[in-house]
Nanobody, 119 residues
Framework: QVQLVESGGGLVQAGGSLRLSCAASGSIVTNNAMGWYRQAPGRQRELVATITSAGSTNYADSVKGRFTISRGNAKNTVYLQMNSLKPEDTAVYYC?????????????WGQGTQVTVSS
């Protein structure tokens, strides 16, 4: 099993910054992708940003230029630096780890951390 623990959410004014952190532990393969998704009330969960173990990144159009995803020196950590936050960024942010193992893809999720941006 894989466990993901997130931290760093909170309340911030529009234009401010927050940094989310996620640490993964357990049965993790070397080649994987980690990322952040978010879900606002009444909306579906959506991709925010992902990063592979090789460092390739992918961002939602709505956060390009404002958010930066990175992995720590301990490869099973991932960060999301969020700058120039907008009220529409308010959501529960979930850490995700995706890995291919035993001939199948597996997704693991953290418990979520609330990000609230006030106008």
């Amino acid at each position: 099993q894989v466990q993901l623990v997130e931290s760093g959410g909170g309340l911030v004014q529009a234009g401010g910054s927050l940094r989310l952190s996620c640490a993964a532990s357990g049965s993790i393969v070397t080649n994987n992708a980690m990322g952040w998704y978010r879900q606002a009330p009444g909306r579906q969960r959506e991709l925010v940003a992902t990063i592979t173990s090789a460092g390739s990144t992918n961002y939602a159009d709505s956060v390009k230029g404002r958010f930066t995803i990175s992995r720590g020196n301990a490869k099973n950590t991932v960060y999301l630096q969020m700058n120039s936050l907008k009220p529409e960024d308010t959501a529960v942010y979930y850490c995700n780890l995706n890995q291919y193992r035993w001939a199948a893809n597996y997704d693991y999720w953290g418990q979520g951390t609330q990000v609230t941006v006030s106008s």
